[in-house]
């Protein structure tokens, strides 16, 4: 199964759990089944139109989704989705 | 840890995006909604007891702005005598750019020849007070010189994370204060995003990810210092190299706090420039587009320093660029080179791949007709042209002759 990795700020949503593994053919319904699992997560990863927030990097498999395919990303069992503030560095 | 008494001055760090307040502790992202986090101030206990003569009174270094830095007043300073860097009158450069006031703040001439002193010296001091054994950083290489150099001086163990194909002159430049030199196989991106992630399991302080809105802070000391050896007067225009944008943001703090303090004679925030590697140029391109919606590329530029595809503070360069009434502009790699001999030529000043970008940057500009010639604009230089010199290297020229007179006047006659 895909694996979101949840970063220090949204564990209290996770019940502390920092991996939650999930059901999903492609990111958008992965991210539906991590919301279904653990309420709140949808309304903190993605803004009003669906799209991820200003502030959220989504990196699938290493690689930032908004290079790829976006939430249409296809999802293989064993994918890791990481959940990244994306204010850090410079 | 240390008992603490934290300033009086500071009052917790605050969300850009949504004002929720938190103490000041390591942390850099709104937990409510992910935001950026800066350090707030009260600036009404600053006013009373800053002033320009206790400012002249301070240290020779950025320490004399302490009261406008977030580190606890009992705290000792991790310094390498960081900051009060030289403001030149760039008279040869200016006369070939048409700008009568072009003044160039060398910041290369810092203890390991890059800005990054200065945030590093705020964030490796407040690290070391608060009781942390490991400092650490995500970097593209100055930022590792100096986290590297000041970790030695705290004596405080250090890893530094940088990418794959980072210049050798930064890596042995790091590596010789002995920290454990980490090298990601991929690109600043994902170092920033490994760091992060590593910052929620490790008890590390992480200068620009858990620390950042502290270390951030060290950023506005060039613009304090620009405006104090202007003698106590904003500039007209900032021309600033864009990587992950965060001194950008932290200039326009400064030199809100210099008008609202009353340090500087009346006058406006100066008008903001931002300058980009078209090879690396995110922000750029979210300017011309007309958009704050800033889109990740894929790096490819001998700019390394400032190569971050995803930069956090994007969003914001293009804000601010705009409501000063400022831009920001892009040069290719040709340009980049052709800058760095200009200033060097002109100057007697070798800057790096990033200084290329800025000074090619104010260069396009000037040529584009942007100013009439009499606007005090100011080009930060923010690391030393040691640091990138292969770019450079071809134009090494020499000629080789014999210990004789007669061959150094045959050399003279060719």
Redesign the interface.
Known sequence: MPTFLIPGPLRSLSAGAAAVAVEAADLRSAIDALDARYPGFKGRLLDEEGEPRQFVNLFLNDEDVRLGRGLDSPLAPGDEIAIVPAVAGG | MAPSRPSPRVLGLRCR?CGAEYELRPG??C?A????LDVAYDYAAVGRVVSRERIAAGPPSMWRYRDLLPLDDDAPVVSLGEGMTPLVHAHRLGRELGLRNLYLKNDSMNPTNSFKDRVVSVAVSWARWRGFEVVGC?STGNLANATAAYAAQAGLACYVVLPAGTEEEKLVATSVFEPNLVVVR?T??????L???V??ELPWAFC??NL?PIYAEGSKTLTYETAEQLGWRLPDEIVVPI?????FVRHHRAALELLELGLVEDGSVPRLIGAQALGCAPVYRAFLAGTD?V??V?PDTIARSIA?G????G?YVVRLARETGGLVEAVDEAEIVDAIRLLARTEGIFTETAGGVTIGVLAKLARAGRWQGDEVVVAYITGHGLKTAEVVADGARRVEIEPSLSAFRQMLAV
Request: hydrophobic share 25%.
């Open positions: 995006e850099h992202v937990e909604c992910f935001g950026p995500a991929g600043y991106d994902d170092v920033n995003r760091c992060a992630m910052a929620d620009n990810v950042r990587g992950a944008g965060c001194q919606r889109q990740p894929r971050i995803n930069p956090s503070d969003t």
